[in-house]
């Protein structure tokens, strides 16, 4: 497999149940991140990892509990979802650091559509 | 706070008819301006990178170009396969936090 992957592509789940989706990348990058892109709203930055820490957590509700454990694999854990979360969660991932460069450009998954019942 | 605002929402063309996306952006500390583009249900797809006033970018149809305050896609005699929306996105100093636009809309027909 090539560039950034996600599992489940598709995934309906009720308000009470636990579920978690799976972001692997494959360009040896350093930084991965989690997106939220609802209908007719910008794509909404949820967490950043960097070097496997999180370094940016953007208000967002505890019900998302995110994971990284290696460079390579980033998690997005769910619990007790609200009907207004069902969305497109897309992970991305780049080389990282500062400084202009390259390195700054965000590669995206195919995204996991989201619907919470 | 960074802010990304696309330009028009939604554009719909004829094929071969060319035109011009607009992004204007603010941003402390401009660390680069992407342009990406989205298919329905897919991931944003990476175009281009613009790092400075002045630089531009092509790739077969598409070109980027890059102000202080605002940056265009122009797209040259489109045809309908280049029908999608196009994200524009900016990275500040502070962080690795990218702001995106709402998107234009594009829809090129035969």
């Known amino acids: 497999e090539t560039g950034v992957t996600q599992t489940p592509r598709h995934l309906v789940m009720g308000m009470t149940n636990k579920k978690s989706l799976k972001c692997e990348q494959h360009?040896?990058?350093?930084?991965m991140y989690w997106y939220k892109q609802s209908a007719k709203k910008p794509l909404e930055l949820m967490f950043v990892y960097s070097l496997e820490e999180r370094v940016e957590n953007n208000s967002v509700p505890s019900r998302f509990s995110p994971e990284c454990p290696n460079s390579s694999h980033l998690f997005l854990h769910l619990h007790t979802l609200q009907p207004e979360d069902s969305a497109l969660y897309l992970c991305?991932?780049?080389?990282?650091?500062?400084?202009?460069?390259?390195?700054?450009?965000?590669?995206f998954g195919p995204g996991t559509r989201l619907t919470v019942l | 706070e960074d802010q990304v605002t696309q330009s028009p929402e939604a554009l719909r063309l004829q094929e071969g008819e060319s035109s011009s996306l607009n992004c204007s952006y603010t941003?402390?500390?401009?660390?680069?301006l992407f342009w990406y583009r989205q298919d329905p249900g897919k991931g944003p797809e990476f175009l281009f990178t613009?790092?400075?006033a002045g630089e531009e970018k092509e790739k077969e149809r598409l070109k980027a170009t890059l102000t202080k305050k605002e940056s265009f896609l122009h797209i040259t005699a489109p045809k309908p396969e280049d029908s999608a929306t196009y994200l524009c996105?900016?990275?500040?100093?502070?962080?690795?936090?990218?702001?995106f636009g709402g998107g234009t809309r594009v829809l090129v027909k035969p």
């Open positions: 991305a991932s780049s080389h990282g650091g500062a400084g202009r460069g390259s390195g700054d450009t965000q590669y």
């Open positions: 360009l040896g990058h350093n930084a």
């Open positions: 941003v402390s500390g401009l660390r680069g």
């Open positions: 996105a900016v990275l500040g100093s502070a962080g690795n936090k990218l702001t």
């Open positions: 613009l790092y400075s």
